[in-house]
């Protein structure tokens, strides 16, 4: 059987930014660029392509209405399982508008020393959903209005950024052609220069440009909520110089491991530039996350993401964030939605390779608190792994331990497709830990007990001797045994902590 486990943390995990392959396919005699990045930044088999596409646009906000077809949109580059979502809010805007030519301008990771701007001149893109075709006449405009612009192949060959957006288009737009360019270039000049002359060639077109930008990469999540927000204000702001203003500012605050605001700064200005030229003057930020909100995601080095739509709008949508009743304890929609996510998240695996991005839960849900993901398959056991650290919000500890549960615990073997209907999921939110003195302060049914001794711990829920018949003594020496440790380590020695847990399943 395929090793999902394995997956979930390695192949993805180089993913989440900007790290672009090399790959050394060559362009055929056929003008047909091979993918590079599938089956690594995306799904490689079509179907599952499809149903991840799918399952991201079905679960994007409603769009807009605006009073003509939007001009341009801002969508990440980064591996589906972590800005897929993003993408998909960004084309979720366009999706029942028609267009006949899609641009989509991507940023150089891979060719040191290359800062012009390479236009791919004609034949074919392919993606595991097939071929899309290069618009030669739109290209070879391009090519001719300027002396900055070329076509370098080593530039496009291994490139991810303009790849990884064309699954979205050939899904939503099949009978589309494309323009695919990739920039090494943020002057302001040269992008508006760029941009104001693709809307110039493009003008007779049903046309949607597309930058493909990520946001800032590797500052801890919360640095990188406000410095990515402070950008894309900027950006709906229709003001160039403030996007690199805010930019130099950024960047100038030290901030740690903050090595760029924007990996594609120069396809932002360009479509700016365009949308302007076209007769647009509204930009909206559709929605933000960054690679800690994934449930992969690590949130002390994280990438992020913003989608954005430049169009006209006569209205603005129902963005709904959900249920928002404030309050401590969980309610029954609270306990609904947490074992929607986790058991919508291994699904979503199992058919897409993807995650779904939790998003709508109330404050209480959101709370630092651990939790524990319990499977049970004709009532037997069949995978059970938590979180303790009061670190992370629930949603997200919930939907990272149902992956942990489902692919990673080690005394089961990873749970498949076919059996997932007889699976019943259980949660168990998790109070803090008290130390107790002594073992006699602990109550069989009420306290979940956590042990420590020479370097060595284990925890049992509150519900696990019960459900044994366990009296207090079997449960420490069964839990010692758990440890590593002999049956009666716990009586000296070892340091016993109680909690209690919210129960809640299918």
């Known amino acids: 059987m395929k090793k999902i486990y394995l997956l979930i943390f390695a192949v993805f995990l180089l993913t989440q930014g900007c790290s672009g392959d090399n790959s050394s396919d060559t362009i055929s005699s056929q003008d047909i660029r091979s993918p590079a990045v599938a089956g690594k930044f995306y799904p490689g088999d079509t179907e599952v392509l499809r149903a991840a596409i799918g399952a991201y646009l079905a679960d994007a906000p409603d769009s807009y209405t605006f009073s003509s077809p939007p001009v341009a949109l801002i969508a990440p580059h980064a591996g589906y399982i972590y800005s897929g979502q993003i993408a998909a809010d960004a084309y979720r805007q366009v999706m029942d508008f028609k267009y006949d030519l899609i641009v989509i301008i991507g940023t150089n990771h891979t060719t040191a020393g290359f800062n ?104 801890d999540y919360d640095d990188a909520v406000v410095v990515d927000n402070k950008v894309l204000d900027a950006i709906v ?141 004709h009532n037997n056991l069949r995978g059970c792994i938590g979180h303790m650290a009061e670190d992370t919000p629930l949603y997200r500890v919930v939907g990272k331990m149902a992956l942990q549960a489902a692919f990673n615990d080690r005394r089961f073997k990873p749970v498949t497709l076919d059996e997932l209907d007889d699976i019943e999921i259980e949660i168990s939110v998790l109070t803090p830990f008290k130390l107790v003195p002594c073992a006699d302060d602990i109550v069989i049914g009420r306290d979940g007990v956590r042990l420590e001794k020479n370097g060595r711990s284990a ?31 716990w009586k000296r020695g070892a340091k016993l902590y109680t909690f209690q847990a919210e129960v809640f399943c299918e």
């Open 459 to 489: 925890v049992y829920l509150p519900q696990v001797a019960p459900e044994q018949g366990w009296t207090l003594e079997e449960t420490l020496d069964h839990l010692c045994q758990k440890a590593g440790l002999p049956a009666s380590g």
């Open 237 to 377: 702001s229709m003001n160039p110089k403030k996007v690199q203003t805010t930019i130099n500012q950024q960047m100038r605050k030290g901030m740690r491991n903050l090595s760029t605001c924007a990996c594609g700064e120069g396809p932002i200005l360009t479509v700016m530039a365009a949308a302007k030229a076209m007769g647009v003057e509204q930009a909206v930020k559709i929605s933000y996350a960054n690679s800690g909100d994934a449930l992969i995601g690590d949130a002390s080095r994280v990438v992020g993401y913003g989608a954005v739509v430049f169009g006209n709008l006569n209205n603005s949508p129902n963005l709904s964030e959900g249920n928002k009743q404030t309050g401590e304890s969980l309610n029954k929609t609270d306990q609904k939605m947490l074992l929607s996510l986790a058991r919508e998240t291994i699904h979503r695996y199992l058919t897409t390779e993807t995650v779904p991005l939790p998003r709508g839960f109330s404050p209480s849900a959101q709370n630092h608190q651990g939790a524990f993901v319990t499977l049970h398959k």
């Open 116 to 219: 012009d701007i390479s236009i791919y001149p004609k034949g074919y893109y392919r993606t595991p959903l097939g071929l899309v075709e290069i618009d030669n006449k739109i290209t070879q405009k391009l090519l001719d209005a300027d002396d900055n612009y070329s076509f370098n192949p080593a530039v496009h060959r291994g490139e991810h950024s303009v790849e990884v957006n064309i699954p979205f288009i050939q899904h939503l737009f099949p009978k589309a052609k494309i323009v695919a360019v990739v920039m090494g270039t943020s002057d302001l000049k040269q992008c508006t220069r760029f941009g104001e002359t693709l809307a110039e060639i493009v003008k007779d077109h049903r046309t949607l440009i597309v930058a493909s930008s990520d946001l800032s990469h590797y500052p």
